[in-house]
């Protein structure tokens, strides 16, 4: 049986992961590396915290000591880095936290990699790290990094130390590239699930700017099924983008939420744009499609559907995450904007 470490396997994105590879891949044991930071929450994984293939560690992946201790003692095979902080907005506000996770943490990963001569090490990375589109094009592989925020430009900082370990001492890493996601468990400071949540308390849906921007929106499962693909069949050395082909205004988006759920286009409100705001991304997904044979199992329309669903069906989760902390946030970052 193979041993996978996945880093951030509580969050939004490897929560999902993490289930997909439980559920479907039953000769791996994954070993979940999470420090539980406010985005992580052992709830997301209520349903697999007792299965027979699944360890869950709490820790930080800043902490080198500990990750060789753990790696050592599960004899790891293999690391899928999601571990990171994720929000472009409070990268605005507080973007140290982001340089010592998505850039000493996976540096901190990396020579632990290198060292034990693990058979691959996937960095999850994002489109954010090409920076905005026109209203034109689409990013392949070969698009320059120009990353905007500096959420991005630290995830662009660790593409290329992943890609420097490869060059410079052979490490078997590969790199995918994808756009937004949305779906089941995702934290309600990301805007789908926070238009979700507004429209179900009757609150404002805070618009940025002209609401205008365009996302190439992604099914987090399908995102999962990539990463999988990636891993488990893309040549060492290699990058993946991974996209929807779904480009979405936000405006429309949210406009497809609240008839959803039956409320009126009024609760929508325009708020100060974010400043940066890249305007569009968009995603050619052609290389992963013909090289790995992938594709997503869901357009836009049906997904969203099935996620305001799961939104609906699980209020307990939501109501949990949005008490407390998440109020204080709210405040900070909407009520003057
Ligand atoms: P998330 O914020 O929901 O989850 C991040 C997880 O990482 C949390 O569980 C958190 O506790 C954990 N974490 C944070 N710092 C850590 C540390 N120092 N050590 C260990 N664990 C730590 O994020 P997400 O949306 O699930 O994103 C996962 C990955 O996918 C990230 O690398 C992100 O850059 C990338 N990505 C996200 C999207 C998207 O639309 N959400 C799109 C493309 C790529
Ligand atoms: P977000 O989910 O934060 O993802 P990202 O910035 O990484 O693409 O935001 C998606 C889009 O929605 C982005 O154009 C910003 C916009 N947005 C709003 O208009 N209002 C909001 O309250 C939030 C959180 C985002």
Known sequence: MRTVLVTGGAGFIGSNFVRMVLQEHRDIRVVNLDKLTYAGNLENLADCRNHPNHIFVKGDICDAPMVSEIVNKYQIDAIINFAAESHVDRSLVEPGVFIETNIYGTLTLLKIALEKKMERFVQISTDEVYGSLGPDGKFTEMTPLSPNSPYSASKA????LVRAFGHSWGLRYNITRCSNNYGPYQ?????IPLMINNALNDKPLPVYGDGLHVRDWLY??????????????AQPGT????GGNNEKHNLDVVRLILSHLGKPE????????????????AIDSSKIMSDLN??????????????????????????????????????TMYSNR
């Open 157 to 160: 900082a660790a593409d290329m």
């Open 187 to 191: 934290f309600p400071e990301k805007m």
């Open 220 to 233: 987090v499962y399908d995102h999962c099924t990539a990463v999988w693909d990636v891993f488990i069949k």
């Open 239 to 242: 990058i993946y983008n991974i």
């Open 266 to 281: 009024s609760l929508i409100t325009y708020v100060k744009d974010r400043p940066g705001h890249d305007r569009r991304y």
């Open 294 to 331: 992938w594709k997503p199992s869901l357009q836009f329309e049906e997904g969203i559907s099935k996620t305001i669903q799961w939104y609906l069906d699980h209020k307990d989760w939501l109501n949990h995450i949005v008490s407390g902390q998440y109020q204080e946030y709210y405040k």
